[in-house]
């Protein structure tokens, strides 16, 4: 079904919410080649899902026009219309359209209509940046805002079995998706459980909610998965950095949750 036109289209669409805003290089200044079958159209009143992939198991080093462009070639191969996310954003923060926000995408079987599919350009265990997450953030308010509604946030994962979006990204999508000092995280109310919550290889719900917050407050690079139930190394060492990173040391940075710890984790990250 053809799309009806975009009055908006040039070199940029610029769209603003009342957090952040977002620029969006269109599909005629990236390159973007003409639709091999142009995609069915998808009203906004459609989406109810916002999904967040990463690239594979490679590290990505292309920044700028050449990440869209390279996707393209890869899913055209593929016998596909064309690049098949609504959305792309390189390690610089930059948003490239993909399918934009009325195209059906081709992220995720089963969700394609309902969800928005937004690739951040990263892949195997490579960190994403600061300027990307605010971006993918920004994005998400912009959906919602187009929506009138409070998307879902998901990882690839949970919509199809798959490694993707990696662990880092799970893990910050499982922590609410926050950007620190953006004022999108708005903290937790969970009271301390006590010190007996954080045993060595011991579970506890109040170890999920830790893991949570250290992501949140940029300590997420220590998971190779989502934060669990499980109290692990993981957990000590990156609450030992948060705990550093708070000025203490010696036994007051020892990885172990105190009420001092867990109140300073539940604070708004970035305040």
């Not at 799309?3 to 908006?8: I, L, R, V």
């Not at 993909?98 to 969700?111: D, E, F, I, S, V």
């Not at 999920?208 to 692990?232: D, I, N, S």
């Amino acid at each position: 079904m053809q799309a009806p036109p975009d009055p908006g289209r040039g070199l940029f669409h610029i769209h603003r919410s009342t957090a952040l805003s977002i620029n969006i290089v269109s599909r005629a200044s990236w390159g973007a080649k003409p639709w091999n079958d142009t995609p069915g159209y998808v009203s906004l009143g459609q989406r109810t899902e916002y999904f967040i992939h990463y690239d594979g198991g490679d590290p990505v080093t292309r920044t700028g026009i050449a990440v869209p462009q390279a996707i393209e070639r890869t899913h055209r191969a593929q016998g596909w219309a064309g690049i098949g996310y609504n959305f792309v954003i390189d390690q610089g923060g930059t948003v490239f359209e993909g399918r934009g926000w009325t195209l059906q995408g081709a992220h995720c079987p089963g969700h394609n209509v309902s969800g928005l599919g937004v690739q951040i350009a990263i892949g195997g265990d490579q960190a994403p940046s600061e300027a990307a997450l605010r971006s993918a953030r920004a994005l998400y308010e912009e959906a919602c805002r187009r929506t009138g509604r409070t998307l879902a946030k998901k990882g690839h994962k949970d919509g199809f079995a798959t490694e993707c979006p990696g662990p880092r990204l799970y893990a910050w999508v499982q922590a609410g998706m926050p950007v620190s000092g953006s004022g999108h995280d708005s903290g937790d109310s969970t009271p301390f459980p006590g010190r007996s919550a954080f045993v060595l290889g011991k579970t506890h719900p109040a170890v999920t909610v830790l893991g949570q917050r250290l992501v949140a407050h940029g300590f997420g690079h220590f998971y190779k998965e989502g934060p669990g139930p499980r109290f692990t190394e993981v957990d000590r060492s990156a609450t030992a950095a948060f705990q550093r990173a708070q000025g203490w040391s010696g036994s007051d940075a020892d990885g172990y949750p105190g009420p001092t710890t867990w109140s300073r984790l539940m604070a708004p990250a970035g305040r």
